[in-house]
């Protein structure tokens, strides 16, 4: 089971980024799939997860309106789309997935490794 994040860089505030996470060894329309983040000085936040059903994504407060998890089943990946970033969402991203949990839990089981979003102009 892996976990591959990827699509981070350096964006203006104001900017768009997408991070792509792509599973092999199982098909993640089947768990809940997380974003979280860990910032200079701050404390690992779950950013949205999307259970894989019908349900609704969920959303920290700070990132609603801006950021869209969605995935692409055929591809066996998770998005985050990320609008109107802001100086505040720099940070490592990390995806994750849940075997035996849901989204509301942040015990995940299978992690990826990060990638880096820095926001800055």
């Known amino acids: 089971v892996q976990l591959q994040a990827s699509g981070g860089g350096l964006a203006q505030p104001g900017g768009s980024l997408r991070l792509s996470c792509v599973a092999s060894g199982f098909t993640l329309d089947y768990y809940p799939i997380a974003w979280f983040r860990h910032g200079p000085g701050r404390e690992r936040e779950k950013v949205s997860c999307s259970n894989g059903s019908d349900e609704s994504p969920s959303y920290a407060d700070s990132v609603k309106g801006r950021f869209t998890i969605f995935r692409d089943d055929a591809k066996n990946t998770v998005y985050l789309q990320m609008n109107s970033l802001k100086p505040e969402d720099t940070a490592v991203y990390y995806c994750?997935?849940?075997?035996?949990?849901?989204?509301?839990?942040?015990?995940?089981?299978?992690w990826g490794q990060g990638t880096q979003v820095t926001v800055s102009s």
């Open positions: 994750a997935a849940s075997f035996y949990g849901s989204c509301l839990s942040d015990d995940m089981d299978y």
